[in-house]
């Protein structure tokens, strides 16, 4: 199978029904994307798949590469692209983090929101935040780095 | 001699915290680990406070068993108050010594010299010289005396601002946990265990058993002993498919402790314990009103969003060196006990510490190290084992449910005149190094099988399950008897604040109570009974910032509540103040905290401190609890085990006290207590009814209306 992961294109030998997160990790060495579930509930493995934020954990591989030529972004990928650079500038701003192991998923579930809707709702902002989890209590820096990266995005 | 610092009682020379070098760097050893808390920020800022550095010239190394030292564990909100005095006090005198050194090769006075930036200057020259000119001239190998003179806080240019994490940028890029890291060669392992530790494999033929497991695709080995029954492979995600299909054929017995679920306030004074009266003080006076009663907490999860990881590399054969990468709390104990398990010298093993999912006490980390430990010794191979999310909310240790009575007197003039708090609850402690005995879920298993240490909890003055039991108000009479219940029908341990949050929460909700049947305002009763002027600031302070309880403001159904505490009756002064909205369910709006933790090292890294606490607090308090049935833990996953979500969280505003002529205080566990109280308060300031019982529920809360 072969397909875009950040930019590059990679073939990949994996099992169709392998979920992704498992491929981005140790077939492409992306780790950026983190095991937390396997059941799609934390939001700790979130990548972007043609600018959706989708759950790698539970998406497999077959699904990804039946779409006309997919494209994935994940964390690493996020830095080189313009909003992702700047919504993960606004949570270090913010210091938006404790442990950090849910922090990458709710970056790009932020750049996917932004990038469909530059100036979201605070009820748009929750709903993309609804499928992730985050146990040390960073949510209010969190809430706090998004407002900060739309200030950013809107002048 | 000096009082030393406790760490550098332990580990006496110089050169134990300090090196010159790599390059126009400094390192700075620490057995103070960052578990997500901030500590590398603020541990940088102390060094180089008295180093004379800044903190891209220090290098801190933590949790290496190779070169850190011991410091024991990173816990009890101690890592400030004993490992940034130690670092303080060697910083210092690494600092004198090159002093003594510079003004020898300036031929300047010594007390002429400042250094900054790691240079050293006098008015007296033009010539400067540096810690790295200087390396070949002093011997850090000597002891440290706790004699050099520490920087006065009214110096501080580093300590005291809000430093940025160094570790934050790599962890929001890419590889940075133990989780993500590999080796050559590397198998990935998985453990099969049953739905509760106490179940054993069903009796099984082991041949056949190892052949219907390599039979599996994905499984290349298997490595089964006694009760321990592990898979490995090449592949990580085929590794966790056979997982599946391995569960299935394989056979649990029951549970061998477990009773039937039922209410926490039945439960626990039903178990057997040995009682002691651990506190007496005064004497009662008469009252004119009585009053009693009982609150408790649930068992609770650390429910950590990754669950623990490890990588062990026996380096190619079982006589060889075992690396242990790990994010435990206590690298030397968790190394000490390995051995000890593995029956190995202690200079044969290193365990390395590095990052790991949120810690907030004695989760899975050390026992997932010991499952990658001992998979790699048998396989000789290097090994990652991660947990599954349902290994992680079943296997690591819970908090230990309480229950709390109080029975307390007033007398004429609306004062507490006697005052008796009884706590049941488990040990909250049973890591490796506490006690006796090796505290490894793995090691459990194996055979010849290691014994599990029975249970004992801390005692006074820091406490476990009687911590914060004594009431830090002024009472002419206060009585506290713990009834230790000796074995737990659930597996239990360090979770955040120990028994601080039951008996604050109990404390503060029954103040309240209390205030309210001599018809006084809870902020008026709580000052009333204390002269501590800072415990008195942190109240006042919460009470102006939430605009309290103004008379008029009142909404339907809406209400606010207060919870104060110090954390360990030593540590940092914590007052809250919720304001909820009660409808279906409970609705908090607005949190205010109020903290004096002494002089700040980090107020950034200290208010997020406070506010994950009160994050974390308000999903214990609301949501949270650990269930089981007769074959084992039924919360396994996020679905049967709910935490706090991003549409539940309130507004939080902190308000940092700094009190730069005072020692630092521990804050990292201060809010846990203080939050739950404030909730409850509330709740009962909006609906004048009681929760006595966590967590507060929908289900709870209807259940207290219709009982009222």
Redesign the interface.
């Known amino acids: 199978m072969s397909f875009k992961v950040n930019g590059r294109t990679v073939e990949v030998d ?2 169709p ?3 992704l997160l ?2 981005l ?2 077939d492409l060495d ?3 994307s ?6 799609g ?2 939001g ?1 493995c979130t990548v972007l798949i043609d600018g959706h934020a989708v759950q790698s954990c539970t998406t497999p591989l077959w699904s990804v590469s039946s779409a006309p030529n997919p494209e994935i972004l994940t ?2 990928g996020l ?1 080189a692209d313009p909003i992702g650079a700047l919504v ?1 500038e606004a ?2 701003d913010e ?1 938006a ?8 998923g709710i ?1 790009v579930s932020v750049t996917a929101l932004l990038k469909r809707i530059p100036n979201p709702s605070q009820a748009e902002i ?1 709903e993309a ?2 499928r ?12 706090r780095a998004v407002d900060s990266a739309i200030r950013m995005l809107t002048p | 001699m000096k009082d030393l610092p406790s760490s550098i009682q332990k580990s006496p020379r110089l050169n134990q915290w300090i090196a010159i070098g790599p390059g126009k760097q400094i390192t700075a050893y620490s057995g103070k680990v960052e ?4 500590i590398g920020a603020a541990l940088t800022q102390i060094a180089c406070e008295e180093l004379g550095l800044t903190p891209q010239q220090l290098q801190l190394v933590a949790g290496h068993t190779g070169c850190s030292p011991d410091e024991l564990w990173t816990a009890g909100s101690q890592s400030i108050e004993v490992g940034g005095a130690a670092l303080r006090c060697a910083g210092a005198q690494a600092r004198a010594l090159f002093a003594r050194a510079a003004a020898s090769v300036l031929g300047v006075a010594e007390e002429s010299l400042r250094v900054e930036r790691g240079i050293f200057s006098s008015a007296q020259t033009q010539r400067v010289t540096d810690y790295w000119s200087l390396a070949g001239e002093v011997d850090l190998s000597v002891e440290i005396t706790g004699d050099a003179p520490l920087r006065s806080p009214c110096d501080y240019r580093i300590a005291g601002l ?1 430093l ?2 160094p ?3 790599a ?7 133990v ?2 890291f590999a080796l050559p060669g590397m198998l990935h392992a998985r453990v099969l265990r049953g739905p509760h530790t106490s179940c054993r494999l069903e009796p099984v033929a082991k041949e056949a058993l190892a052949a219907a497991l390599t039979a599996l695709p994905g499984v290349t080995a298997v490595v089964h002993s006694g009760n321990f029954l592990a898979i490995a492979g090449a ?4 590794l ?2 056979a997982l599946v299909k391995a569960q299935k054929i394989v056979g649990w017995t029951k549970p061998q402790k477990l009773c039937v679920q039922g209410e926490i306030e039945e439960m626990l004074p039903a178990m057997a314990c040995e009682s002691s009266v651990v506190h007496l003080a005064g004497a009662p006076q008469t009252p004119v009103t009585q009053h009693r009663a009982r609150y408790s907490r649930p068992y609770l999860a650390h ?5 623990s990881c490890a990588v062990a590399d026996p380096s190619g054969g079982p006589s060889s060196h075992l690396t242990i990468w790990s994010h435990t709390q206590g690298p030397h104990f968790l190394r000490d006990q390995i051995a000890s398990a593995l029956g190995r010298e202690k200079n044969e093993v290193d365990v390395i510490h590095m ?6 006490g004695h989760n899975g980390a050390d026992d997932v190290a010991f499952d990658a430990a001992f998979i790699a010794e048998m396989l000789g191979t290097p090994v990652r084992v ?1 947990w ?2 349902e290994d992680e909310l079943s296997h690591s240790p819970f908090g230990s449910a309480s229950l709390v009575e109080i029975e307390a007197g007033l007398d004429a003039g609306g004062k507490i005149s006697s005052w008796h708090l009884q706590v049941w609850s488990h040990t909250h402690i049973k890591r490796p190094g506490w006690d006796e005995g090796i505290n490894l879920l793995g090691a459990w298993a194996i055979e010849p099988a290691i014994p599990e240490p029975k249970d004992k909890d801390v005692s006074l003055p820091a406490g476990g399950g009687q911590r914060n039991a004594i009431a830090i108000y002024d009472l002419p009479h206060q009585a506290v008897t713990h009834h230790f219940i000796t074995r737990s029908p659930l597996r239990v341990s360090a979770l955040r604040s120990l028994g601080a949050y039951a008996n604050t929460f109990a404390i503060e909700s029954f103040l309240d109570e209390l205030a309210a049947k001599v018809e006084t305002d809870p902020v008026t009763f709580r000052l009333r009974h204390l002269a501590d002027p800072r415990a008195r600031a942190v109240i006042e302070a919460v009470a102006k910032a939430s605009g309290w309880r103004q008379p008029g403001a009142e909404i339907a159904n809406t209400g606010m509540g207060i919870g104060f505490g110090r954390y360990k009756n030593r540590s940092a002064y914590c007052a809250v103040v919720a304001r909820v909205r009660v409808e279906e369910k409970v609705h908090v709006e607005k949190v205010w905290a109020v903290v004096d933790a002494g002089r700040v090292v980090n107020p ?2 200290l208010t ?1 401190q406070i ?6 607090s308000l ?1 214990w308090t609301l949501k949270e609890a650990v269930t089981w049935s007769e074959s084992g833990i039924t919360s396994q ?3 049967g085990y709910p ?5 539940e ?1 309130p ?2 505003e902190v308000l940092l006290l700094d009190r730069i002529d005072e020692p630092s205080l521990g804050c990292g566990e201060a809010a846990a207590g203080p939050t739950a109280a404030a909730v409850a308060n509330a709740v009962a300031h909006a609906l004048g009814v009681r929760a006595r019982h966590l967590p507060l529920t929908a289900e709870r809360l209807t259940r207290l209306i219709d009982e009222t």
């Open positions: 994996a099992d029904d392998a979920p498992y491929v990790r140790n992306f780790k950026g983190r095991f937390g579930c396997g059941t509930h934390c700790a964390i690493e830095i993960r949570f270090l210091q983090a404790q442990c950090g192991y849910c922090i990458n970056i929750l935040l609804s992730h989890l985050c146990r040390c209590g960073s949510h209010v820096r969190i809430l | 578990l997500g808390q901030g809000s940025a994490r570790d934050l940028p962890k929001l890029s890419g590889a940075a946990f989780h993500d592949d990580e995600e085929e966790v498919r429910a950590s969003i990754g669950p990052p790991g999912a949120g810690c907030y991660q599954m999310r950034d890294g997020n506010e994950g606490g009160i994050i974390q999903s996953t996020w679905d935490i706090l979500t991003f549409d969280v507004e939080v």
